[in-house]
């Protein structure tokens, strides 16, 4: 067992694969989380069964779509229970009910508009959320884009924003998105190493800097305060061509950044090299919070450190639990 995190936000990992699945099932990758109002986890990842559910125990509920998903990348939970799906490879956005009916879907499988167009998708949307006052969806479309476009609650399209670049209001990979309940919107600009915050009609407020590349943004508002989780991968230099790099060093990520609404760094989590120890994080990639504050917390380690094991080795650690220490009872 390894402590992480400092004050309130601190917490327990064993460092194991978190999860009971059944025998002969991979998660290969977990791309990204959410859970539902029963503190239930929904594991979208890239393995032959690309959503498996589980209680708040590791226990395996169920699990679907298969056969559906090429390259699961983001999901959210909507307030009333509701989930998107982004599939980054086949460019679409999916809305499913938790059983996995298919309610409403974003962009054509297989097809994508010209890259850097400005036009929904540009082969690789990566996030969907909700606006929790009125239903309204922000879709990012990270990879060959550098938008985010806004949708009305039944799907119809009411503007975009962004362009490539480093400035405010530019991106380099929008990669994940959270709304607070004032309507904020939160980007994980990947590449550019911040977080840009945008009011509901996309004009620029804000950015929050000093950070190793972020993967992920959550939002916990269930409180009289709300809190925001920033999940980085790591932000230095692994190699180059003469094989030197800075990739053993601390306090480079990857790690969780955690800030309430006005920027202040409440803690962080995790402070070591990447890699597949114990108290270590690999590829962060998706989080989310359940009721009790336990995060969990997934990984997509294939591409670094898969490779250079057994090449046909896909149980690779993706989805850990981090329990949070109750400071009253500790």
């Given at each position: 067992m390894v402590r992480l995190g400092e004050g309130q936000f601190t917490y327990d990992l064993t460092g194991d694969q978190w999860g009971n699945l059944p025998d002969g099932w991979l998660y290969e990758e977990v791309?990204?989380?959410?859970?539902?109002?029963?503190?239930?986890?929904?594991?979208?990842?890239?393995?032959?069964?690309?959503?498996?559910?589980?209680?708040?125990?590791?226990?395996?509920?169920r699990s679907w779509g298969e056969d559906v998903f090429f390259a699961a990348h983001g999901i959210s939970i909507t307030p009333d229970g509701m989930l998107f799906c982004v599939d980054a490879r086949d460019h679409t956005v999916r809305k499913f009910t938790r059983e996995g009916k298919l309610l409403m879907t974003f962009g054509e499988k297989g097809t994508h508009k010209p890259q850097m167009s400005g036009e929904p998708f540009a082969a690789g949307p990566t996030h969907a959320v909700v606006d929790p006052r009125d239903g309204s969806i922000y879709i990012s479309d990270g990879y060959s884009n550098a938008r985010v476009h806004k949708y009305t609650p039944d799907g119809k399209p009411l503007f975009s924003w962004g362009e490539p670049g480093t400035r405010p209001g530019q991106?380099?990979?929008?990669?994940?998105?959270?709304?607070?309940?004032?309507?904020?919107?939160?980007?994980?600009?990947?590449?550019?190493?911040?977080?840009?915050?945008?009011?509901?009609?996309?004009?620029?407020?804000?950015?929050?800097?000093?950070?190793?590349?972020?993967?992920?943004?959550?939002?916990?508002?269930?409180?009289?305060?709300?809190?925001?989780?920033?999940?980085?991968?790591?932000?230095?230099?692994?190699?180059?061509?003469?094989?030197?790099?800075?990739?053993?060093?601390?306090?480079?990520?990857?790690?969780?950044?955690?800030?309430?609404?006005?920027?202040?760094?409440?803690?962080?989590?995790?402070?070591?090299?990447?890699?597949?120890?114990?108290?270590?994080?690999?590829?962060?990639?998706?989080?989310?919070?359940?009721?009790?504050?336990?995060?969990?917390?997934?990984?997509?380690?294939?591409?670094?450190?898969?490779?250079?094991?057994?090449?046909?080795?896909?149980?690779?650690?993706?989805?850990?639990?981090?329990?949070?220490?109750?400071?009253?009872?500790?």
């Open positions: 791309a990204c989380v959410a859970v539902d109002s029963n503190d239930n986890l929904f594991a979208f990842n890239r393995g032959k069964h690309p959503m498996i559910v589980l209680d708040k125990d590791g226990n395996f509920l991106f380099c990979t929008v990669h994940k998105l959270a709304v607070d309940r004032d309507g904020n919107v939160y980007v994980a600009d990947r590449e550019n190493q911040r977080v840009q915050i945008f009011d509901s009609k996309g004009k620029y407020q804000d950015q929050w800097v000093n950070l190793a590349p972020p993967t992920h943004v959550h939002i916990d508002d269930r409180g009289e305060s709300p809190v925001v989780y920033v999940l980085e991968t790591f932000g230095g230099l692994r190699s180059n061509y003469m094989d030197l790099g800075n990739w053993t060093g601390k306090n480079l990520g990857p790690r969780i950044s955690i800030f309430d609404t006005s920027g202040n760094l409440l803690a962080s989590v995790g402070d070591r090299p990447e890699g597949l120890g114990v108290g270590q994080f690999s590829m962060p990639h998706g989080m989310c919070v359940d009721s009790r504050g336990d995060i969990y917390f997934a990984e997509v380690p294939w591409g670094q450190f898969g490779s250079k094991m057994d090449p046909q080795r896909r149980d690779l650690r993706a989805l850990q639990k981090l329990v949070r220490v109750d400071a009253a009872t500790d």
